[in-house]
């Protein structure tokens, strides 16, 4: 157990698509220095109910988000909220890499700039070094910051969207499937990163791989029809699961 306060609290949230449901009360926290796995069937509503933890779901049309979601406390859907400034303080990383057509050293710049982070130029290069560094991508890129972020590989756009998403000093790190276009080898580098990122972001992964999840995660979540079937220690999910819908997705038996 663990009992520093959660980073995030979302409590009895619902999102609507129209008039279609695709979130039911769902009520979980997200630790502050843990893995967080969101794991469940195509379409019981993983990326919806993530797009909640930084309002994403407002650029939806006919998307509506009903409860209460707050990070350390503070109402996230409350009118005051700055919803850029949040955006950057739970950044997301999605399924398909989507670097800007923008040099590498931009992909990284752009968000510290318009947020005013950088006093100066050089404080800026200082920034983008640091931010490629901590998504391990620094050595392979050092030399060609200034070709276009759309000419690396997959796994190393990956990497520099992690990398855009560091740079503005995030709180939280939201990743949607951030491996589904992966080969294994790309795959492994950004589990690695998970890893090392661990403890500086609260971080929260949305994956069908139960393995991955099972390596890079402390708490999994399983979702099933819109609703939060399951949530708990990782170790326990995966092994000593409460719930048969739990333990029938994991065992392969639907999904
Ligand atoms: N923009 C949208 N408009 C209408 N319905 C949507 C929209 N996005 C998602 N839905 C519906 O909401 C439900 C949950 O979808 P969501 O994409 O959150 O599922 P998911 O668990 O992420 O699935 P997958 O594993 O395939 O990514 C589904 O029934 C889906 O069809
Ligand atoms: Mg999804």
Redesign the pocket.
Known sequence: MNHIAPKMTATGVNVF?GR?Q?IRDVSIDVPREDVTAFI?P???????FLRTLNRMNDT?P??RVEGDVRMDGEDIYARSMDVVQLRARVGMVFQKPNPFPKSIFENVAYGPRIHGLARSKADLTQIVERSLTRAGLWNEVKDRLSESGTALSGGQQQRLCIARAIAVDPEVILMD?PCSALDPIATAKIEELIHELRGRYAIVI?T?NMQQAARVSQRTAF?HLGQLVEYGDTSDIFTNPRQDRTKDYITGRYG
Not at 42 to 48: A, M, Q, V
């Open positions: 698509y279609k695709a469940g195509s379409g019981c509503g993983k990326s919806t939806i006919g998307a499937e949305v069908h979702f």
